[in-house]
T-cell receptor
Framework: SQKIEQNSEALNIQEGKTATLTCNYT??????LQWYRQDPGRGPVFLLL?????KEKRKERLKVTFDTTLKQSLFHITASQPADSATYLC???????????FGQGTELSVKP | GAVVSQHPSWVICKSGTSVKIECRSL??????MFWYRQFPKQSLMLMAT?????????EQGVEKDKFLINHASLTLSTLTVTSAHPEDSSFYIC????????????????FGPGTRLTVL
């Protein structure tokens, strides 16, 4: 069955450092992969989308890579700030109806 | 733009009662809306896909008679949890996808803020 795994442990880093979150998947060939931010008690907020034919995407301090051979995406936040503390979700999608499959999320904590 | 609202933001009800949750796209028309459920520390699980004017498509294992979905207009979908039990307590999140005719794409959906349901 389809499976998505994100860093199971919470990630604690120091302000200013780069946070790197991992999303691995099996038994799936996504057309695209998305990263979301979710704060406690809130819905997910879209951050970035990367398609299967793209290797890397950047948006301000965010960078996403997508390796369809390794079946892995890495999500980087450079110059991290305490305000970046949240849970980050990866989601896979295909071109059939727009259904998304979510990972369980990685909780990031940035200490000042 | 692209704001999705949910009402109520939280609800507490007694076991056996029914609860209705509304999902509205405030500034766009959504031909498709999705309903998710999220238990603490777990991922969002898709429950059903709702297309305006037609019956919802439910994911495997989701009881369609228990989770009634109505998508009567291009800006409103409702989820009714019938005869709710404590195990239905969860965080319910909807998302909406703009219609293709108004520039929506298959890979775009906007999420609501969620509704916390607690069944006593």
């Amino acid at each position: 069955s389809q499976k998505i795994e994100q860093n199971s442990e919470a990630l604690n880093i120091q302000e200013g450092k780069t946070a790197t979150l991992t999303c691995n998947y099996t038994n799936y060939s996504p057309a695209y992969l998305q990263w979301y931010r979710q704060d406690p008690g809130r819905g997910p907020v879209f951050l970035l989308l990367i398609r299967e034919n793209e290797k890397e995407k950047r948006k301000e301090r965010l960078k996403v890579t997508f390796d369809t051979t390794l079946k892995q995406s890495l999500f980087h936040i450079t110059a991290s700030q305490p305000a970046d503390s949240a849970t980050y979700l990866c989601a896979l999608g295909n071109n059939q109806g727009g259904k998304l499959i979510f990972g369980q999320g990685t909780e990031l904590s940035v200490k000042p | 733009g692209a704001v999705v609202s949910q009402h109520p933001s939280w609800v507490i009800c007694k076991s056996g009662t029914s609860v209705k949750i509304e999902c509205r796209s405030l500034d766009f028309q959504a031909t498709t809306m999705f309903w998710y459920r999220q238990f603490p520390k777990q991922s969002l699980m898709l429950m059903a896909t709702s297309n305006e004017g037609s019956k919802a498509t439910y994911e495997q294992g989701v009881e369609k008679d228990k989770f009634l979905i109505n998508h009567a207009s291009l800006t409103l979908s409702t989820l009714t949890v019938t005869s709710a039990h404590p195990e239905d307590s969860s965080f319910y999140i909807c998302s909406a996808r703009p219609g293709l005719a108004v520039g929506g794409t298959a890979d775009t959906q906007y999420f609501g803020p969620g509704t916390r349901l607690t069944v006593l």
